[in-house]
């Protein structure tokens, strides 16, 4: 069976897609690691694809061919292509399904990243028909498809730049130099889009997708698509106001801090010099008393010196006393000794002599 | 913190920690909406197996969800 994609390729200028920017790609499209499938896309004739699919034995097979149809100047380029699937599930291109994945490659043929990263980029879903579009109709399927996925798109962005603002102004992230570039890279992104999406929206082909539309969904969705863009470029300019104010409220706060810190630092350097000429003069001070002091232990020093003199002077004449006292002493203890002797003999002279006249 | 910006918070915080995985589950986990908003704003990128749809987490939306958590 026959389909029909139409994709959109971000594009400022109208170069009829003759000049690409490569004319082939492998890649490995599984986000799983243990299940690798590598796809092989090549230009074919410049502006046909062939998209091969790689086998277990390494080889790759031609999965689909995509034939171009016709291009637009506003980016919309038209393949065809024969209803293939793998599985049922899987890898596959009919009339609903068409690998984002696949889309996103054939953009790499003839857009840069400007404002993003390639790992980055939104992924709007293909526009599928069962018939081949004209795609340069007034307000043709596809044209519209690509307004509705930008509008979404900047809901979306508007969205997620509330919610990290709300978040960061919660913690008190918005000091971070790191927190505020990021949010203004948010801004860029969505502002990137509106870059090459206003070639869309402005293209002569869009007659119904405007904020003056009769048509009231559309004119919802061309509301979204400026009320979303002036809300980014608000933001981007009041948080760069906010972030320069605050910005120099924290170089204020830490000059006031620093001058703070400065002038304890003057004050104790003041109590310290005060605290070491209180030393010195309490050194001195202490110097002079103990000079003083040492002068009066001085003299009572040499005055018990003089005095220690006078008796050590004193001490051989009372020695020789004591030498002549103890002689004395001495010669008396002999005396005594000899008479108790003596007392001793007649004693037992006595008791002999008792003894003898008993026996008679 | 209102309720929806906690969803959202909790949806950021399932696709940064579980890094990749198939489409399937990550609407079981975090519904249909956010999945396509993340999809849309390069948060979460689509990809294939030769059986399934897959997806993985983007640098993008490691670093939002650093600066909103």
């Given at each position: 069976m026959k389909c029909h994609v139409v994709l959109w390729i971000p594009t400022l200028v109208y170069t009829g897609f003759d000049e690409p920017l490569i004319t082939q790609v492998e890649r490995?499209?599984?986000?799983i690691p243990e299940k690798e499938f590598f796809v092989k896309l090549e230009l074919v004739n410049g502006k046909d694809f062939c998209i091969s699919i790689r086998n277990d034995d390494g080889n790759y097979i031609t999965f689909v061919e995509l034939e171009r149809v016709s291009v637009s100047w506003n980016g919309l380029i038209q393949y065809t292509y024969k209803s293939t699937s793998a599985k049922e599930k899987g890898f596959r291109f009919t009339t609903t399904e068409f690998p984002t994945a696949i889309y996103h490659l054939i953009k790499s043929f003839y857009h840069v990243h400007d404002f993003h990263d390639a790992d980055a980029d939104s992924t709007f879903r293909p526009y599928l028909s069962d018939g081949k579009v004209d795609i340069k109709a007034e307000n043709n399927g596809a044209i519209l498809h690509y307004l509705r996925m930008y509008s979404e798109f900047m809901s979306n962005s508007v969205r997620n730049l509330q919610f990290a603002i709300r978040s960061v102004r919660e913690n008190k992230k918005l000091i971070q130099p790191d927190t505020r570039s990021f949010i203004q890279k948010l801004c860029l992104f969505a502002k990137g889009y509106e870059v090459y999406m206003g070639v869309l929206y402005r293209s002569k082909y869009n007659t119904i997708c405007k904020t003056s539309s009769s048509v009231r969904d559309w004119r919802h969705i061309a509301c979204n698509i400026e009320n979303g863009m002036n809300y980014v470029r608000t933001i981007e300019q009041e948080y760069g106001e906010y972030n320069q104010q605050t910005f120099v409220e924290d170089v204020e706060q830490e000059a006031l801090s620093s001058l703070k810190s400065a002038r304890w630092s003057i004050g104790l350097g003041w109590g310290s010099v005060v605290l070491g000429v209180a030393s010195i003069v309490s050194a001195i001070l202490s110097i002079n008393l103990a000079n003083k002091v040492s002068q009066r232990s001085s003299l009572e020093l040499q005055q018990v010196a003089g005095s220690l003199k006078q008796n050590i002077g004193t001490i051989p004449s009372e020695i020789s006393i004591i030498n002549t006292k103890l002689d004395s002493l001495s010669r008396k203890s002999i005396q005594s000794s000899e008479i108790m002797n003596e007392i001793v003999k007649r004693q037992w002279t006595i008791i002999h002599r008792l003894d003898g006249k008993g026996e008679e | 913190m209102e309720k929806q910006d906690l969803r959202r918070l909790n949806a950021l915080q399932y696709i940064v920690d579980t890094k990749y995985g198939y489409v399937g589950e990550l609407i079981i986990n975090i519904g249909e909406v956010f999945a396509n908003e993340f999809v849309s704003l390069g948060f979460v990128i689509m990809g294939y197996t030769r059986d399934d749809k897959t997806w993985r987490v983007s640098e993008l939306a490691k670093r939002y969800y650093s600066v909103v958590s």
């Open positions: 490995n499209i599984s986000d | -």
